[in-house]
């Protein structure tokens, strides 16, 4: 069973920073690719980065980039989404998911989110 856990939300003062985890099993790892995304209360889901598993390379939306930092370790199945500098702006439920490649559409597993509140 494809499981997708998130963890490291929780409630941070504008300024600060967190790293979220996202812990894979189910598949092999370094044959998909791991993005994380984000949505906002009222707001549509977007994308923030993504990593190829086999080679590392990394993507980020333009509006994310600066801020946020993803990394992979392959021997623990894990993805992170390091953010920095955190504004009231990024409070959203955080995802990760994970498909074949960067370019390819996030169908096929998520998980189940993780909440980050950014105080004022």
Do not use: H
Not at 57 to 63: D, G, I, M, Q
Not at 75 to 84: C, D, E, F, G, S
Request: hydrophobic share 30%; charged share 20%.
């Amino acid at each position: 069973e494809v499981q997708l856990v998130e963890s490291g939300g929780g409630l941070v003062q504008a300024g600060g920073s967190l790293r979220l985890s996202c812990a894979a099993s189910g598949f092999t790892f370094d044959d998909y690719a791991l993005g994380w995304f984000r949505q906002a209360p009222g707001k549509e889901r977007e994308g923030i980065s993504c990593i190829s598993s086999a080679d590392g390379r990394t993507y980020y939306a333009n509006s994310m980039k600066g801020r946020f930092t993803i990394s992979s370790d392959n021997a623990k199945n894990t993805v992170y989404l390091q953010m920095n500098s955190l504004k009231p702006e990024d409070t959203a439920v955080y995802y990760c998911a994970a498909t074949t490649s960067c370019s390819a559409s996030f169908d096929d597993y998520w998980g189940q989110g993780t909440q980050v509140t950014v105080s004022s």
